[in-house]
């Protein structure tokens, strides 16, 4: 009944082998996200790259916040809050 109401895009299969290529190629190139733009990989190297500028936006949209996250995962809280957490106790 309401199946046919639904949009049912195609399949692209998954963004992690695309990710992990764009990844490889910044490495390569210095460690800079910006080797990976498709541009840049068709003037310097060229080959023509499935993702876009937007894929390359988005990837570093995740990795700031992965670096975020661990920063606040990982370092301990400041010293002077153990403190007060202490002495309240």
Known sequence: ???SKFVHPPVQGSKLPRAARCLW???????NLNAALPQYQLEKHR???PWDKEFIAELRNALSAFKIWCVDYYL?????LCHV???RA
Do not use: C, D, L
């Not at 301990?76 to 002077?80: D, E």
């Open 85 to 87: 957490v202490k002495r």
């Open 47 to 49: 080959r023509v790259v």
């Open 25 to 31: 190629y910044a490495t390569r190139g210095g460690f």
């Open 76 to 80: 301990p809280p400041p010293s002077h």
């Open 1 to 3: 009944m309401a199946k």
